[in-house]
DNA sequence: ATGAAAGCGCTAACAT
DNA sequence: ATGTTAGCGCTTTCAT
């Protein structure tokens, strides 16, 4: 086959602009920078060849020579199964990452330490934000030693180099304990593990709360282990005559909804279910008695945390800060 | 405030490796570049400097030289609501991204055609993976005219440019009509609006499907459009005494569930429900009569096309392949 | 208010 | 089998 045309059309440059608007090419980079005043007459014509040409700065060498790529590493954690939430989380933290001038670079919670060591000595990312870390995190000694600003998603027990925004568990725990006592539930069940779960900082932050509140009042907190396909089973099983049994779940709600189905063991006046979920189950009113509606919160948490890592970014020697974000119900 | 000690050490360059292996600068490059033979003894010796420093090659400089970013563009559609499968096609395509040397930057639907051509022109990205395109997508002119290699998750009418790889669809709609036949119902009733959503390829792919089997068997085929919430009520309401509707969706499955547990209208004799889902499904037996198993099949259609778009890198003048991944069943 | 020029850390062509 | 050297396209200091 003989080559019809070539294949990659190369991308104008600064050179290009400066040649095109008849200024020099660093008069083109300060009229992009902005780091130095530029007559409007000039601004002008360099913008209007700007796009003229399509222009866009090179990234590499931008990166090379200021040591910013315009690029911040989102840890994610290994998505189990079914989990929406987590693609709403990373989503909205790339829209909002791309409203601030920034773009998002995935590093997979698989490559552990040296995902982190890496992305940070080659310079591709220049802040970070981590989700989902465990108590003590091998990935955080590699973020600390770099130096870099960055933002976690979920509150660690301490953490004074970097910004912390997170939903306020322990309020979550106390709402849950509450609402239970006041539907008149004689017992809390929670599903999903939260016993062995408890190294997780979120669970431990939720059962705290739990705890605090459900100690003063007469409410058993039972903490399931088994499978999630049998809880209803196991709720109806643990609840006397005349008792009633509060259902919560931070993790696994849909699972168990399935399987109260699937039991044909609805939930009556025997059982209550309390659940942590998105605006999908908002519908499904018999099953539920309130659920706090998190997928708002959510959003909000990941634009708080991008907002916050370009705080960091921007003002020199900003100090980290503590978000947490308020759980709100919402009636089923 | 005195200032105790600065904030960042500077990363280690090919210069310092080479100083402590004794060797000059290039000859890191070529052992680093494998684009050139070097001697047993003094790639150990660059190797060990490599090691002793924790050397890293500058991500920007190597962007800039190569014009190789080592950096694939992920261009992610709007997460609706709690979309599991999605984070599952993200996760896995930027693991099997690390598994070939690339890293994975995030494009959201949202940038458009604007964002695609600012990741190609800027050269952040040396090649890209499109996610849920529609039949004409404004994003597809700028990714042709860039002339980088691209691959599609999900099968446009026709694109010889780029690789495609996806899930049968055709298949899957031909399966699905063939089991609610052997389960010898009267009825297939399509819920989640496919109908006005034939604009969509996978789709359209999937209708084409059904009615290929649908019209030479006795199967009524119904396109439901209304509200997930009220689809049982409505199977319910078109069955007549002693025949059977069976239900499908390509997504809404959940919402079905749980609505059918919710009115408390269950499957029975007279409804089969047969679902598209992730493995979290298979437990709720009672309810559903056959699952395709999908999961893996995500997983699989990642990995297929993140290592068709490193062959198309690879490869000089590689030619384009469609690659569709078969459904199958798993017995619920 | 603008231009000229140095150099960021690499890759790869051109040496030997 | 190794070394020397010329840039890649920017940002920014030093001129004017």
Redesign the pocket.
Known sequence: MASSRERRA?????????RLA?????????V??G?????E???ERVEDAIAKLG????S???T?????SGVIGLMVPEADGDDGALMTFVGSIAREARRHGYDILLVTAQEGAEGIRRVVRT?VCEALILMELDRIDERVPPVLESGLPFVTLGKPEEFPQGSVVDLDFEMLGRMVVERAIEEECDRLLLFGDPGRKRARNDVSRFLRGVEDVAQEAELEVVMDGGALAEVPARALRMTLPNQRTAMFGLSGVRQVLFAMAATRALVDDTRLLITLSGADLVDVSPLLAAVPQLDPRRVEISELAVRELVRLLRTDGASPRITLVEPRWIEG
């Open positions: 190369t991308a104008p440059t600064s050179q290009d602009v400066a008849g200024v020099s090419q660093s008069t083109v980079s300060y992009l920078t780091s130095r005043p530029i007559s007459a000039t601004r222009y866009h700065p090179n590499g060498a931008r090379l020579r200021s040591r910013r310079g």
